[in-house]
């Protein structure tokens, strides 16, 4: 085990921390995958092939070198001369040669070799920022590709001050790990250390997190681990990386319990520290966990959460994980001594449908599960609405109860990039609903106590799709996923006129278009944003719990912040209603109201002073903020 303990022993000394955070207590001798510069021009290599009797590195290029690798225990280690930059692979004992699994760098694409990159180059100038609480972020979701239309990093930070003056904290980048061709949402990513090329490469993703951090803005990377993409997966030419026992909606599960799974769990792990430590990502929103099947007594979340937290500590920075889950289950964000596993929040897919639905009377698909008030305000009581009921949809009972779960610890949104984009005309929800109906999700969202999420460009209003869009290289593939999109449309009845995903010009029509927010009602729409996030940073929103009440006659839900205190009332009926106010209250005034004409609404702004008798009147599809007047109780 010599070779092992040296390689490990290299490995752990870094810039940021020189304690041995990077060893799994488990496997003290486990080495850092890829290439791990050592000196200005001296590399250490190191694959994991424990099915494989020997390895070579192989330099590209005008160099073409070969150089036998040292192997013990499935690991293979080589170090040699090579500055940032060299191109290399790894070659089987067949002759077969194929990049480095966890390669930082594809700068010809996923075919082609690997390249050398040192991390440690950056200069960085955010050593003052430490990140947010959950609690304390606005999430801004964007895809780099289509958030301009240069599709880059660069291009991105020049759009930093627009999301700092709108109040966002922290933006969410799709994910950015190498996938095949220019244009792909980032779930077909198949090397999970390499920062996709066509947006600038690794470099370019430090320049927007220091950029980000100067603006005040966190930055959350969106990460896949519950599959590879199926171009340019080469993983499993190495070792057990994959699962047979289970499989995914989207391919091969990968290997975290069966025999070999260590190394496998290590690699990921490894890979979501790389992030956080060499690029200062400061959380991770790790897509479909419920696609993640480990049935070991430590499961790979709270494995990995217990290094993120580590780290956060060494580090002296707050770092978070957000999970992504269909499962509704909460021991995602219990501590794990009451049996879970410590995550710091998971997105609410029922918030999401519970008021998509009202808003748009939709009932095919997950949608027929939802529609009533009573949804929407289970959902903001609790956190979500199924914890345990018969789901019709599902066929099956469905979840768990999130009761004593603070509201920090769920991510809220009335768009995101798959609610968007998994529809066949990838409709946003400015093109489905009316003006007056776009506030409302805009106000239920924002002034709600759990952590807001926008989808780019819905602060103003965007009106072009979202769709989904590839460029993959093989033929077969590209028609297979053709089929599939089609398919996975016929429950929800929308027909098979779905856009090519493979022609350009299906991504060409989502870039957004920020020209609009320049016009009506864009503009009115963006500061109607603006004004809720300075209201909810104000109020504390994020960190107090509302009663909440709802009428189902007449389509009212009412959120009472006793500590603020202040009062959110929210109207989804086509009727103007008169509401009673919460007993005890006999006048309040009111601070905001969506249907003033102020905001392009009908009314002429009766609400904005004073509202007497203990009711107020609220027009159709609007909301209204009040504040109880001296002498009231709430």
């Given amino acids: 085990m010599r070779l092992l303990r040296e390689t490990a022993e290299a490995s752990l000394h870094s810039e940021l921390d020189p304690s041995p955070i990077l060893v799994p207590p488990m496997l003290p001798t486990m080495p850092e995958f890829g290439a791990t510069p050592i000196s200005e021009d001296r590399c250490r290599f190191v694959a994991w092939a424990p099915g494989k009797s020997e390895l070579s590195l192989v330099f590209c290029g005008d160099r073409r070198e070969v150089i036998s690798m040292r192997s013990q225990c499935g690991f293979h280690v080589a170090e040699a001369h090579a500055r940032e930059g060299a191109r290399y692979t790894f070659r089987m004992p067949d002759g077969r040669e194929f990049p480095d699994p966890a390669s930082r760098s594809q700068p010809d694409g996923v075919h082609s ?144 319990d069966g025999a070999e799974s260590e190394p496998v769990r290590w690699f990921f792990i490894q890979n979501a520290l790389s992030w956080l430590k060499d690029f200062h990502v400061d959380a991770l929103r790790l897509d479909a966990v419920h696609g993640i099947f480990d049935f070991s007594a430590r499961h790979f979340l709270a494995e990995l959460k217990e290094h993120v937290r580590d780290l956060s500590a060494r580090a002296k920075r707050t770092l ?99 609610q968007v984009g998994n529809r066949a005309g990838a409709e946003r929800l400015t093109t489905l609903v009316d003006f007056e109906s776009t506030k409302l999700a805009a106000g239920v969202t924002l002034l709600s106590p759990f952590v807001p999420l926008l989808f780019m460009g819905e602060e103003y209003g965007e009106k072009r799709p979202f769709q989904y869009f590839t460029s993959h290289g093989d033929a077969a593939l590209i028609e297979a996923v053709r089929r599939g999109r089609r398919a996975e449309f016929a429950q929800f009845g929308w027909g098979d006129e779905v856009a090519d995903p493979q022609d350009e010009a299906t991504f060409a029509a989502s870039v957004l278009d920020h020209a609009a927010k320049d016009s ?115």
């Fill in 113 to 256: 070799p690997s390249a050398v990159v040192d991390t440690r180059k950056f200069k960085w100038s955010d050593g003052g920022f430490a990140g947010h609480s959950m609690r304390d972020m606005v999430i801004y979701e964007l895809h780099v590709g289509t958030f301009t239309s240069a599709g880059t990093f660069d291009a991105a930070i020049s759009r930093l001050d627009d999301l700092a003056e709108l109040g966002i904290t922290a933006v969410e980048i799709m994910p950015v790990a190498q996938f095949p061709g220019g244009r792909n949402w980032g779930y077909d990513g198949v090397f999970p250390f390499a920062t996709q090329n066509s947006y600038g490469g690794p470099s370019a993703l430090q320049r927007f997190v220091d950029a980000a951090h100067g603006h005040g803005i966190s930055v959350i990377l969106d990460v896949v681990y519950n599959h590879l993409g199926p171009e340019g997966n080469y993983l499993g030419e190495f070792g057990p990386f994959f699962s047979g026992r289970y499989c995914t909606p989207w391919g091969e599960a990968m290997n975290f």
């Fill in 320 to 418: 978070n994980i957000i999970a992504e889950s269909d499962l509704n289950d909460s021991r995602l964000l219990h501590l794990p001594a009451r049996g879970g596993y410590g995550l710091d929040a998971q997105w609410s897919d029922d918030f999401h449908h519970a008021l998509h639905a009202l808003l748009t009377n939709e009932s095919t698909g997950y949608y027929g599960d939802f529609g009533t008030m009573e949804d929407l305000g289970i959902a903001i009581r609790d956190g979500w609405r199924y914890a345990g009921q018969f789901s019709g949809f599902r066929k099956r009972r469905h979840g768990n109860s999130p009761q004593g779960i603070s509201p920090d610890h769920f991510v809220v949104f009335s768009q995101n990039h798959d």
């Fill in 520 to 634: 009506e009602p864009h503009r009115t729409l963006r500061r109607l944003y603006k004004s809720l996030l300075t209201l909810r940073k104000r109020l504390g929103l994020g960190s107090a719990k509302p009663d909440v009440t709802w009428n189902e006659s007449a389509k009212t839900l009412t959120l009472a912040y006793r500590a603020v205190p202040v009062l959110a009332i929210f109207h989804f009926g086509d009727q103007q209603v008169l509401v009673p106010l919460p007993t005890g209250i006999r006048s309040a005034s009111a601070i905001l109201n969506s249907a003033d004409r102020d905001w392009r609404g009908p009314t002429g702004g009766e609400l904005s002073t004073e509202t007497q008798g203990g009711s107020v009147t609220l027009e159709p599809r609007s909301f209204a903020v009040l504040v109880p007047h001296r002498g009231s109780t709430l």
